[in-house]
């Protein structure tokens, strides 16, 4: 059992003149088993959530509560969680199996025997056992993670956090642990936040994500819904890749009209007030090349960057560049003209002013008649 | 970068390289610099060692490095005479002097390292600050201090004297040690059950092992060899309280003539140093040369 809640969570940093807030108000709660992803741009307090979750940063105010109980003032080995660094943080001169065995060591009365029983099932679980004499220093990247797990599962933990656990590994060493880590997660079930700010991470691995901005969470929910029905432009830029295209236009009757660019008021967004300034989003894999003459606005294609079965054609219409998601080679050149378009249920709609999502679609694709692309990722 | 110059693949093999020639020529350069430098050093070593061995007649009259006639003769005489007390009380201040340095400033070099608390960088410029006044230039009122505690014409006064002069270079440096081992051992270490202490003890204190190294290496030679203050402290006792360059002080003083006995208490009191040093050396070099200690 593990059900992990944190209660308006704020932290700062410093005093006086240079106080960084680095988290505000912070409020989630993780389901026992359920694997969260905190995602955010650098600086946005992923870790210092984290470390407060731990107990290796002492909260400013709010609390955090494993399974019903307040823990925000005991220490880190009291709460039973167990963390994965970035950069692995294994014991220099402990040999892996010195490393799994430290914490029960310290933090349990078991037997020399019964401590090496249960080092060596974790090590046959994260397949390691020959790499249990091994120092550190004599492990590849890929070997010290699957350790540094290794360090975490044993003790059992109600909670697992994981701090950018993948980051120093190299792509494709990224992909197979990503897999690998999710399994894991899933036999184990064991209630887990998972730092990172790569959003394939995020969007592949999370039952739910939790996107922050500046210490302060913008929306948590399941990966799709936070990319078909983002609360807020940041979130909507942020996830997604190429990043959504933003307009600046106003509402005129039925149409939101900017410079080269009109396109009508979807029935669901008749209620925005007319003359009014807002952002229209659009993904760059909901715009469709259509016939000339027939489209919403029309485009110079600048650059043209071929992916292979896609590419990213970047449009000018009207000074502002628009990147569209088209077919592979031969579907635009660069250069031309096009007309572009899009489906009522991807425009997505923000406050000009602060950027909250307004006029909102209902459900997600799979819940329609109609079928949409997925979104694509690596 | 070697394959750039060693192998190409645009025919340039065939013929010798200008890189090549400007490659090598730097090495050369390099080794003659550290053959000059290394000759500068060792030179007067090896011109007392080559006194020592010889007999007094030779000292004015031979300019050859290697001695005609050797005679362990000033061996003999300078073994005879106190200098295995001294070197026996050197040992003794300087074993408890490094000793005593690393107590202080270990724990207190981690807790620079990774507490915030109020006052931090004052406290550690005011150390700093104290590590710019020389020694020599507060080596009186030193000395009144400690002779008012009672603490002069004893061995105990010299080792607190020592630690206390020498804290501010040790913690200062180990300190900067401590700040290259990343955190996340001691949070991983937390997580695990440890407190600050043990996180020390079981987690920090291995990887920092040859920063300690450094400290106890630099520390015990110049504790060994240390003349102004073992001097101003103990010269009013006794002959047998005296430390081996003060020893080596009074050889030169009492038997001003006898070159060949100075050298050879000179050479019995550097092989100490050479054998702690050769002894300690994978440390020194790693701790100087190795930075942080990666996962
Ligand atoms: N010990 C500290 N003292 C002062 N400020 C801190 C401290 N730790 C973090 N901060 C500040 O708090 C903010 C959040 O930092 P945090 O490390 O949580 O970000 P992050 O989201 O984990 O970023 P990254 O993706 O780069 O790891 C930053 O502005 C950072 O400068
Ligand atoms: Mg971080």
């Given at each position: 059992?593990?059900?992990?809640?944190?209660?308006?969570?704020?932290?700062?940093?410093?005093?006086?003149?240079?106080?960084?807030?680095?988290?505000?108000?912070?409020?989630?709660?993780?389901?026992?088993?359920?694997?969260?992803?905190?995602?955010?741009?650098?600086?946005?307090?992923?870790?210092?959530?984290?470390?407060?979750?731990?107990?290796?940063?002492?909260?400013?105010?709010?609390?955090?509560?494993?399974?019903?109980?307040?823990?925000?003032?005991?220490?880190?080995?009291?709460?039973?969680?167990?963390?994965?660094?970035?950069?692995?943080?294994?014991?220099?001169?402990?040999?892996?199996?010195?490393?799994?065995?430290?914490?029960?060591?310290?933090?349990?009365?078991?037997?020399?025997?019964?401590?090496?029983?249960?080092?060596?099932?974790?090590?046959?679980?994260?397949?390691?056992?020959?790499?249990?004499?091994?120092?550190?220093?004599?492990?590849?990247?890929?070997?010290?993670?699957?350790?540094?797990?290794?360090?975490?599962?044993?003790?059992?933990?109600?909670?697992?956090?994981?701090?950018?656990?993948l980051s120093n590994l190299d792509a494709s060493l990224r992909s197979t642990m990503r897999t690998e880590i999710q399994q894991l997660q899933d036999d184990l079930d064991v209630t887990t936040v998972y730092v990172t700010h790569d959003q394939t991470e995020a969007m592949t691995m999370a039952d739910r994500i939790a996107i922050m901005y500046e210490g302060e969470l913008q929306q948590v929910g399941q990966p799709l819904e936070c990319y078909y029905r983002p609360r807020n432009k940041f979130v909507a830029e942020f996830i997604g890749e190429p990043a959504m295209n933003m307009l600046r236009v106003t509402r005129r009757g039925d149409q939101f009209v900017a410079d080269g660019f009109e396109y009508p008021v979807p029935e669901r967004a008749d209620g925005l007030p007319s003359g009014e300034p807002f952002t229209l989003g659009v993904r760059p894999g909901a715009i469709d090349i259509v016939e000339p003459e027939t489209g919403v606005a029309t485009g110079t294609v600048e650059v043209v960057e071929p992916l292979g079965e896609t590419s990213h054609a970047h449009l000018n219409i009207a000074d502002t560049t628009v990147t569209v998601t088209t077919d592979g080679p031969g579907s635009v050149e660069e250069g031309t003209q096009v007309d572009i378009d899009f489906p009522a249920q991807r425009a997505h709609l923000f406050d000009a002013g602060s950027g909250v999502a307004v006029a909102r679609r209902d459900g997600l694709p799979g819940d329609q008649t109609e079928s949409y692309p997925n979104p694509r990722y690596d | 970068m070697a394959g750039s110059t060693d192998t190409t693949v645009d025919g340039r093999r065939a013929g010798i390289s200008w890189s090549r020639i400007r490659r090598y020529g730097y090495d050369g350069l390099t080794y003659l610099v550290y053959a000059l430098a290394i000759a500068f050093f060792l030179f007067p070593v090896l011109w007392v060692l080559s006194l020592s061995l010889r007999t007094e007649g030779a000292v004015y009259t031979s300019l050859e490095l290697i001695p005609s006639d050797p005679s362990l003769g000033s061996y003999r005489e300078v073994l005879d005479s106190g200098i295995l007390g001294w070197m026996g009380n050197t040992l003794f201040v300087a074993v408890l002097s490094v000793t005593g340095i690393l107590v202080v400033t270990t724990p207190a070099a981690y807790g620079f390292s990774r507490f915030r608390f109020r006052g931090r960088r004052t406290l550690l410029l005011a150390v700093l600050g104290f590590q710019m006044i020389s020694p020599i230039v507060i080596v009186l009122p030193l000395y009144e201090i400690m002779r008012t505690l009672g603490l002069t014409e004893s061995h105990a006064g010299l080792v607190l004297l020592y630690i206390g002069l020498q804290i501010p270079f040790s913690l200062w440096l180990l300190k900067g040690y401590f700040d290259t081992i990343p955190t996340e051992l001691d949070k991983a270490a937390r997580i695990d059950g440890c407190n600050r202490l043990q996180t020390l003890r079981y987690v920090l204190l291995r990887p920092v092992m040859p920063g300690i190294a450094v400290v106890a290496i630099f520390n015990f030679v110049l504790t060994w060899s240390e003349f102004v203050m073992a001097y101003t402290m103990l010269s009013s006792g006794g002959e047998g309280l005296y430390t081996l360059s003060m020893g080596i002080y009074v050889f030169d003083n009492q038997l001003a003539t006898q070159w060949t006995n100075v050298a050879a208490a000179a050479v019995v009191g550097i092989v100490p140093i050479i054998v702690f040093f050769v002894a300690l050396q994978r440390y020194f070099v790693r701790g100087l040369t190795e930075g942080a200690v990666k996962g």
């Open positions: 059992m593990g059900r992990l809640e944190i209660d308006r969570l704020r932290k700062t940093f410093g005093r006086g003149g240079d106080k960084v807030e680095a988290v505000s108000e912070l409020s989630l709660s993780v389901a026992d088993g359920e694997l969260l992803v905190l995602v955010g741009p650098s600086g946005c307090g992923k870790s210092t959530t984290l470390n407060c979750i731990a107990g290796l940063e002492s909260v400013t105010e709010g609390e955090v509560v494993i399974d019903g109980e307040v823990v925000t003032e005991k220490r880190p080995e009291d709460r039973d969680i167990a963390m994965v660094f970035q950069n692995y943080a294994l014991y220099p001169h402990m040999t892996a199996a010195g490393n799994l065995e430290f914490g029960l060591k310290m933090t349990t009365d078991l037997s020399a025997a019964n401590r090496r029983e249960r080092v060596e099932s974790t090590a046959e679980l994260l397949d390691i056992g020959e790499l249990l004499d091994k120092k550190p220093k004599s492990l590849s990247g890929g070997q010290k993670q699957r350790v540094a797990l290794g360090r975490a599962i044993i003790r059992d933990p109600a909670v697992f956090l994981m701090d950018e656990p | -």
